[in-house]
């Protein structure tokens, strides 16, 4: 018996996806604060602009990509 760490595999979206995520408006969750997709830092991680206060902070593409369009 191996007694070695197992660490979860995660997909990541197609780069040509998460791309397309760029510029544009999210919120976090249905009744969260709005945010833009400003840039992709990476394959699995973007820089977003929270609207309400302009602070800009990284944030998982998964994430995003589970986030509600904003209306």
């Not at 791309?19 to 604060?33: A, M, N, V, Y």
């Not at 840039?39 to 973007?46: C, F, N, S």
């Amino acid at each position: 018996m191996s007694a070695g760490f197992s660490e979860t595999q995660v997909e990541l979206p197609p780069r040509n996806l998460a791309e397309g995520l760029i510029g544009q408006i999210r919120t976090f969750g249905p009744d969260g604060p709005v945010y833009q997709v400003v840039q992709l830092l990476d394959a699995a991680t973007a820089k977003i602009r929270i609207l309400e206060n302009e602070e800009d902070t990284e944030y998982p593409v998964a994430r995003i990509l589970n986030d509600p369009v904003a209306e």
